[in-house]
């Protein structure tokens, strides 16, 4: 008895020790990136990609006289190769599969940003970003609050809003409350009459996404 | 033992999931709102025997008071999608942008007039309040105002400045006489026909009594008239000076400036017994006393450092301090109902104008900028100033938010507004 109430002990003393050196338990989960919006584009529309690699590589200018570089490697011979048969349903699988992949880089004007896969998340394509832009521009837009309504604090409010493909609101909630509720309330109204939102652009290709809307007050004073 | 077990497992079974739901959101940043005031709709009233026009005379007053406030902004009835009478389609109220819909009847049975009234926020799609007043035809004016004071309750936290009214000094001439009028421009009341100077009116703290200076008998003495109207009484008439000041939050007291003594100075005077408690005892010329909202405090202003300047000692007259050293005049100053400011004027590039500073002379900002602005009086609520302003030669009693936006003119045609003092509630 002894023995196993030690064993016990022991078991929940090293869970214990060992807990700190796990990430701690958040009910808030904190950003893994932060979309950065400097411009949003009047008209959401497909713009080709201005960074300065690209004006680069357009800038070059095709040599009068083709130069080979490298010899044509010599031809293998043929040689029979054998076929192992797929069942048909699996090859459909893989050919659609290509086919997507192939669309989504089609519809990907620029090179996709490395820091942008973060797990579940879609890949932040230049695409994507201008879609955030254009919920933070509908939603800022909508926002009314009169100064002198709110203390001149500085207060945040945390909502977040699942948008469906087609752009409609499918759940919001607040992830954070300011403690005042007027401030609350009028993020969430913002929100509610910014929606619905565009349809999602066609490189993205989830059935939704989630994006927290952090509203602040520093700037009102 | 099991306990411990059952825990352990418990601890184990829901951090797993959290851990794997770390994943990276998106999350965007909005910093300022676009829109400075609440977009609202309201429709006009059911009236199914509507002689007098009371479908549209509701919502039009309605309206008009709370563009007073400056926090809405009513939206035009030509955008209305939704106009039919069933069913509330709450999508075609957010799509032309409101955020709230007020929807109301009127009926009229014999001399019983009564009135619904129902504020809806159509971004949830819920009623937020009704009220239903029952009164006569004289009574349509207040019902409006109630329920506006409704609206700003349930969309602001408070319920505004409808049943307050501002009192000032209207100058003819050489003449003045004491005045009040509601805080939306409409009813202006003359309380006194002395045919002298009369100025400095200030209210009790329950909006019965107005007291004030007078040259009706020759000297500056002080007296009380009842807010309605009707016969004053002297209170003071000591020689020279009898200044009025603010009146304590429990009616007892009024902060007064003598000048008995030869030169100006601060008293309490104890209206039960007469008495007056000297809070200053300089050379210098000491004036236009204010108590802080908690009554421990005292600013005022003197010159004593050469040019008047702002100071403020405890209630009793002791650790007196100046908190004013930006400009060489710098007068008037109030103390705002929640303490964490004082509103005055001040000399700035030849003109008065109207400054808000901390209770330690810290924070300072100007709220007005041209013409002249001078003695500002603070809303029961501390959201508003009123104040004088006059340009081109002309003075206005005039409102404005209390961090300088929506300028609203409440009274303009007398030679000359004075010493605006805005009223408590008068719950009316």
Not at chain 2, 211 to 218: E, I
Not at chain 2, 384 to 407: D, E, H
Request: proline fraction near 6%; charged fraction near 20%.
């Amino acid at each position: 008895m002894i023995l196993v109430s030690f064993l016990l002990h022991a078991f929940s003393l090293s869970f214990a020790i060992l807990l700190p050196s796990m990430p701690a338990k958040k009910w808030t989960f904190g950003p893994v990136y932060t979309v950065d919006l400097v411009s949003v584009p009047a008209d959401f529309q497909e713009r080709k990609s201005t960074s300065r690699l690209s004006r680069d590589i357009a800038a070059v200018t095709p040599r009068d006289r083709q130069v080979v570089l490298k010899k044509e490697a010599d031809r293998l011979p043929d040689t029979a190769v054998r076929h192992s048969p797929l069942p048909r349903e699996e090859s459909r699988k893989i050919e659609r599969a290509i086919e997507d992949v192939r669309k989504k880089l089609a519809a990907q004007p620029g090179p996709v940003m490395p820091s942008a896969s973060a797990g579940k998340q879609p890949a932040a394509t230049p695409e994507l970003n201008r879609y955030y832009a254009v919920i933070w521009a509908r939603i800022k837009g909508q926002w009314a609050l009169p100064r002198g309504v709110v203390p001149a604090q500085n207060l945040e409010t945390v909502i977040t809003v699942r948008i469906l493909r087609d752009g409609s609101i499918s759940s919001l909630q607040y992830e954070k409350s300011s403690g005042n509720r007027y401030f609350d309330q009028s993020a969430w109204r913002a929100v509610r009459k910014a929606g619905p939102f565009p349809h999602f652009p066609e490189s993205l290709r989830e059935s939704n996404i989630e994006v927290g809307i952090r509203f602040h007050s520093a700037e009102m004073r | 033992m099991l306990k411990k077990i059952a825990i352990g497992s418990i601890l184990i079974f829901f951090m797993t999931p959290c851990l794997q739901d770390t994943y990276g959101r998106v999350y965007i940043d909005i910093d300022s709102p676009s829109l400075p005031k609440f977009p609202i709709a309201i429709t006009d009233f059911y009236c199914p025997v509507d002689r007098e026009g009371h479908s549209i005379w509701f919502p039009d007053q309605l309206g008009k008071f709370l563009k007073l406030t400056g926090y809405f902004q009513v939206i035009d009835k030509k955008a209305f999608l939704d106009t039919g009478t069933g069913g509330i389609r709450f999508a075609d109220w957010t799509a032309i942008g409101a955020e709230s819909l007020v929807k109301g009847a009127v009926r009229n049975e014999g001399n019983i007039l009564s009135s619904d009234f129902h504020l809806f926020d159509v971004t949830q799609g819920k009623s937020l309040v009704f009220k239903r007043y029952t009164g006569t035809a004289r009574d349509k004016r207040a019902m409006v105002m109630r329920f506006a004071s409704e609206i700003m309750l349930a969309l602001t936290g408070e319920a505004g400045v409808f049943d307050t009214r501002i009192a000032f000094a209207g100058k003819k001439g050489k003449n003045s006489e004491i005045f009040t009028i509601n805080f939306d421009g409409t009813d202006l009341t003359r309380l006194t026909n002395y045919r002298a100077l009369s100025i400095l009116p200030h209210w009790s703290p329950d909006g019965r009594r107005i007291s004030f200076t007078s040259y009706k008998r020759g000297n500056p003495d002080l007296f009380v008239i009842e807010a309605r109207g009707g016969p004053d009484h002297l209170l003071s008439n000591e020689s020279g000076l009898n200044l009025c000041g603010p009146w304590s939050s429990d009616g007892r007291s009024l902060l007064v400036t003598l000048s008995r003594d030869g030169n100006e100075e601060l008293y309490v005077f104890n209206q039960l017994n007469g008495k007056k408690y000297r809070l200053t005892n300089d050379t210098s010329i000491d004036v236009s006393p204010c108590w802080s909202p908690d009554g421990t405090k005292v600013a005022f202003v003197s010159n004593r450092s050469g040019s008047p300047q702002i100071y403020v000692m405890d209630a009793n007259g002791y650790n007196v301090k100046r908190i004013t050293y930006e400009g060489n005049y710098n007068t008037s100053p109030r103390w705002s109902p929640k303490g964490d400011k004082i509103v005055f004027e001040g000399m700035r590039g030849g003109n008065f104008q109207i400054l808000t500073m901390n209770p330690e002379g810290g924070q300072l900002t100007q709220l007005t900028g041209s013409g002249r602005n001078d003695s500002p009086s603070w809303s029961p609520d501390g959201r508003y100033i009123a104040f004088v302003s006059t340009t081109g030669g002309k003075s206005r009693l005039c409102i404005m938010n209390s961090n300088g936006s929506n300028f609203r003119i409440i009274h303009s045609g007398m030679d000359k507004y004075m010493y605006p003092n805005w009223s408590p509630h008068l719950n009316f």
